[in-house]
């Protein structure tokens, strides 16, 4: 079965870095589009970032550009998303998700119906 599992959370100081990584399963991980998202305590669901299957199309919320990078590794089955210079808006719950279809719509890459796949997520804190 489709399996996606978050893990590179924790807590950091601001303007520190982590990096997420999603490791997945159950399915031909290349030909799908893949999407970061995350939800901060009592908000709504943020998508962060997307990439194509083929990793050379990328997509990100404006107020992440410049501090993340998405990529993946097709071959290992793996996405990732590099955060630097981290700010306490970033607290969330980070999910990564399968996409039904690609898209660079981003009202429609923030709806929770447009993925059809999400891990458990992985916390990220950002705190002095």
Sequence with gaps: QVQLVESGGGLVQPGGSLR???????????????????QAPGKGLEWV???NSFG?????????KG????SRD???????????????EDTAMYYCARARYYTENTTTMGR??????WGLGTQVTVSS
Excluded at 20 to 38: K, N, P, V
Excluded at 74 to 88: I, S, V
Excluded at 112 to 117: I, L
């Design 20 to 38: 997420l990584s999603c490791a997945a399963s159950g399915f031909t991980f290349g030909s799908y589009t893949m999407s970061w998202l995350r």
């Design 49 to 51: 970032s997307g990439i």
């Design 56 to 64: 050379y199309t990328t997509n990100y919320v404006d107020s992440v």
């Design 67 to 70: 501090r993340f990078t998405i």
């Design 74 to 88: 097709n071959g290992e089955k793996k996405l990732y998303l590099q955060m630097n210079n981290l700010r306490p």
């Design 112 to 117: 929770r119906d447009h993925y059809e796949y």
